[in-house]
């Protein structure tokens, strides 16, 4: 069972460039989310999906695009990437009902944007 | 608005050497309260979640209670292998199901 899985793992782009991130789970949940993560900032949600067909924005979507392909994939793409978004982008899953909250993460995709 | 606050950034204990982390938040209403550990270079990894004043919840060398306004993650008799990052989280009222994180405290525990 793999769980949440991100790709690429590690990313260089110039500024300007533009790139996806891919995400899937396999645990057949409902919702899933994008955070990134930066030093002395936490993680900060970017955007979430509460199902199939649905996203919305969350903390920090600025400069972001989301699209739920199916239950399974989740993508968030820089459309042009700048270094403001150099991070660790993690997306996570949970399921629906008493476990909503409980979000279990993918290993994180490092991006650097030059 | 929802905060989360922790409680040292950073702290260092020697193998053997108990102490606690904090979080203290401001939400309306809270839904939950939740721990979980960061190695380096990993995700999040869930520990508990606790949803009521008094609640107390245990896994191993830590012991995660609750109160009205802050949680205190208890780590009793700590080995290097508790080393990591503790986050704690609320759900966020205004993004569905999703957690509103706090920064962190990074535990090195030293042999």
């Known amino acids: 069972n793999a769980g949440v899985t991100q790709t690429p793992k590690f990313q260089v782009l110039k500024t300007g460039q533009s790139m996806t991130l891919q995400c899937a789970q396999d645990?057949?949940?409902?919702?899933m989310y994008w955070y990134r993560q930066d030093p002395g900032m936490g993680l900060r949600l970017i955007y979430y999906?509460?199902?199939?067909?649905?996203?919305d924005k969350g903390e920090v979507p600025n400069g972001y695009n989301v699209s739920r392909l199916n239950k399974r994939e989740f993508s968030l793409r820089l459309e042009s990437a700048a270094p403001s978004q150099t991070s660790v982008y993690f997306c996570?899953?949970?399921?629906?009902?008493?476990?909503?909250?409980?979000?279990?993460f993918g290993a994180g995709s490092r991006l650097t944007v030059l | 608005e929802d905060q989360v606050t922790q409680s040292p950034e950073a702290l260092r204990l020697q193998e053997g050497e108990s102490s606690s982390l904090n979080c203290s938040y401001t939400?309306?209403?809270?839904?939950?309260l939740f721990w979980y550990r960061q190695d380096p270079g990993k995700g999040p990894e869930f520990l508990f979640t606790?949803?009521?004043a008094g609640e107390e919840k245990e896994k191993e060398r830590l012991k995660a209670t609750l109160t009205k306004k802050e949680s205190f993650l208890h780590i009793t008799a700590p080995k290097p292998e508790d080393s990591a990052t503790y986050l704690c989280?609320?759900?966020?009222?205004?993004?569905?199901?999703?957690?509103?994180f706090g920064k962190g405290t990074t535990l090195s525990v030293s042999s």
């Open positions: 996570a899953s949970s399921e629906l009902g008493a476990g909503a909250n409980v979000l279990t």
């Open positions: 999906s509460a199902s199939e067909g649905t996203t």
């Open positions: 939400v309306s209403g809270l839904r939950g």
């Open positions: 606790l949803y009521s």
């Open positions: 645990m057949n949940h409902n919702s």
């Open positions: 989280a609320v759900p966020a009222n205004q993004a569905g199901t999703a957690l509103i």
